[in-house]
């Protein structure tokens, strides 16, 4: 049972990254407190609280002091360590949050209204970025950077951001393009990753070409019957939740299937499992490290 609802609970994320695959970045003022309603910049005092670990990367390099983090086993920033833990991503302990008495809460808009509606109905200031692409993880930086008054810095970051991407574009110019297919896998599923997702931004940014392109959604399902027309030359696997439970389902299936095993890239050996650290599902400050991985798989 527990099995099945941590299934349902992964699908549920993948299917809302779907929806928002092409959305633009968006920050929504959900501060039900009077004082705090449409309040148009926070300050060095403010009570912060981020519920995901790409949003309290961005505060943090932003010079922005965290006094609550979720609970994860991922690498939280050096700068909010002793922050206190408010819960999981997907569920985060509001009565945790209210006893901080935040001034806002930021999260990622990815896991749909019923989110966002269930800080407004408890009457917690917050806000609510996209983080689904690489464009918005750079408008996102730039909208908190205004909301916290650290423009400065926020520039700084986006403008270091934009030397990797040229830098990587001078290397991949006149190269004939890897063509490239982002499969998404998690304990029970997979899918195909799109142009329009973080790491389907990450392949196009690195010299590759995405096979998926012209999607309306981040993540597809799988048509067996279409793989051989897309024979990719290089297959990257993106793995969510449990990465070693993961990753042997996908290997088993790419070696077995036999949809999968005839594919250009599985027989040639040009099958690459990204490291969830850097290859997740939102898009987050460890982007250049990301891409320099990802060009280096490439080429």
């Known amino acids: 049972m527990k099995f099945k609802k941590y299934l349902i609970s992964i699908c549920t994320s993948v299917m809302m990254l779907s929806?928002?695959?092409?959305?633009?970045?968006?920050?929504?003022?959900?501060?039900?407190?009077?004082?705090?309603?449409?309040?148009?910049?926070?300050?060095?005092?403010?009570?912060?609280?981020?519920?995901?670990?790409?949003?309290?990367?961005?505060?943090?390099?932003?010079?922005i002091k965290i006094s609550g983090i979720p609970t994860t086993s991922y690498d939280i920033p050096e700068g909010a360590k002793d922050a206190v833990e408010v819960g999981t991503p997907m569920n985060p302990d509001l009565e945790i949050i209210k006893s901080l008495n935040p001034d806002v809460v930021v999260s990622v808009d990815t896991l749909g209204q019923d989110f966002i509606d269930n800080f407004k109905q408890n009457n917690i200031p917050s806000e609510f970025v996209n983080l689904t692409s690489y464009n918005d993880l750079k408008e996102t930086i730039t909208t908190l950077g205004e909301k916290f008054n650290k423009i400065d810095k926020a520039n700084e970051i986006i403008n270091e951001l934009e030397t990797k991407e040229s830098e990587l574009e001078s290397k991949f110019n006149n190269n004939e393009k890897p063509n490239v297919l982002v499969v998404f896998g998690a304990p029970g599923t997979m899918m195909l990753g799109t142009e329009k997702c973080y790491v389907g931004n990450l392949v196009d940014l690195a010299g590759g070409k995405n096979v998926l392109e012209n999607s309306t959604s981040s993540f597809v399902q799988i048509n067996k019957e279409e793989l051989l027309n897309l024979n990719p030359d290089k297959i990257v696997v993106m793995t969510h939740a449990d990465p070693e439970t993961t990753k042997a389902q996908v290997k088993n299936t790419l070696e077995t299937d036999?949809?999968?095993?005839?594919?250009?890239?599985?027989?040639?050996?040009?099958?690459?499992?990204?490291?969830?650290?850097?290859?997740?599902?939102?898009?987050?400050?460890?982007?250049?490290?990301?891409l320099d991985m990802m060009h280096d798989l490439l080429y």
């Open 19 to 63: 929806v928002v695959g092409c959305s633009n970045t968006s920050i929504d003022n959900s501060n039900s407190k009077e004082d705090k309603l449409n309040k148009e910049s926070y300050g060095d005092d403010s009570v912060v609280i981020a519920t995901s670990v790409a949003v309290a990367q961005i505060l943090d390099e932003l010079g």
């Open 258 to 290: 036999a949809a999968w095993k005839n594919l250009n890239a599985v027989k040639n050996g040009e099958v690459y499992y990204l490291e969830n650290d850097y290859f997740g599902m939102s898009a987050n400050l460890k982007v250049i490290e990301a």
